[in-house]
């Protein structure tokens, strides 16, 4: 079963630096893209960063400049470092994959981590 991991959240001040990670578990053939959201309470999920499996990167507005999002393809993991944050990057981050399952089918199937709280004080 396919799973993704999230980690490295938490408290951080504003103008601090964090860094979430996140891998692909189980069993599969290859990861296609990869990305982060996010989700404040009351609103909907929202892009912040993706990279395909060539590297080619696309973000939101809010986190151009401030957010480097980076992947390892033989670890099958995606990185979000966050420089500067703001009060206002607080929200629930959650990681996303597009996972082929077999070799030699095309199909991709989309996944999510649970989420993981970031919270950045003034």
């Known amino acids: 079963q396919v799973q993704l991991v999230e980690s490295g959240g938490g408290l951080v001040q504003a103008g601090g630096s964090l860094k ?3 891998a692909v578990t189980g ?6 893209i990869m990305g982060w959201y ?3 309470p009351g609103n909907q999920r ?5 990279i395909t499996d060539t590297g080619v990167t696309n973000y939101a507005d809010s986190a151009k400049a401030r ?5 390892d393809n033989g670890k099958n993991a995606v ?5 500067s944050p703001k009060p206002e990057d607080t929200a629930v981050y959650y990681c996303y994959a597009a996972v082929r399952k077999v070799r030699g089918i095309s199909a991709y199937y989309s996944y999510w981590g649970q989420g993981i709280q970031v919270t950045v004080s003034s």
């Open 38 to 40: 996010r989700q404040v």
């Open 20 to 22: 979430l990670s996140c």
């Open 67 to 71: 957010f480097v999002v980076s992947r």
């Open 79 to 83: 990185y979000l470092e966050m420089a």
């Open 27 to 32: 069993s599969f053939a290859s990861v296609g």
């Open 46 to 50: 929202d892009l912040v960063a993706t």
